[in-house]
């Protein structure tokens, strides 16, 4: 999936300009780089386009995943993009349905098995049969 079919999709789902899905996009790769290994980082970034590879990026510092929850993903993601956390978190449904369509080889379920259980209601969505049709 190319850079800006990845950005459309997050904004149609999201209801906002490709601009706010933008923010909206790296708010929540680069939350997910701090919960993820480095590896599992590195694993995600070769399969997106270059501009989504930078929030990605992995630092000696974020090698080994932070342990954090859900809310406090969506609390990080809600700063780091100036958005109510109710806002932060359809916006993280969005970034991970569109997680799924971009990458192959299971690298989805990869990341999915590095979260705990109560991220379950914002990753469900994007596992669920036909969240990788696209909408219209």
Do not use: C, K
């Amino acid at each position: 999936m190319n850079y800006d079919t990845f950005v459309d999709q997050v904004a149609q789902r999201t209801s906002t300009s490709s601009q706010r899905a933008t923010e909206l996009t790296q708010a929540t790769l680069a939350t997910l780089a701090e919960r993820l290994t480095g590896g599992e980082v590195l694993d995600l970034a070769a399969q997106l386009p270059a501009p989504l590879r930078l929030p990605l990026r992995p630092t000696p510092d974020t090698e080994a995943a932070e342990r954090f929850g859900a809310a406090e993903f969506a609390a990080r993601v809600a700063v780091r993009a100036g958005v109510e956390e109710a806002a932060a978190r359809d916006a993280i449904r969005a970034v991970f349905i569109t997680l799924r369509e971009a990458v192959t080889g299971g690298e989805f379920d990869e990341l999915v098995v590095q979260l705990p259980r109560d991220y379950r209601e914002m990753v469900e969505p994007a596992l669920a049969p036909g969240a990788t049709l696209r909408r219209r």
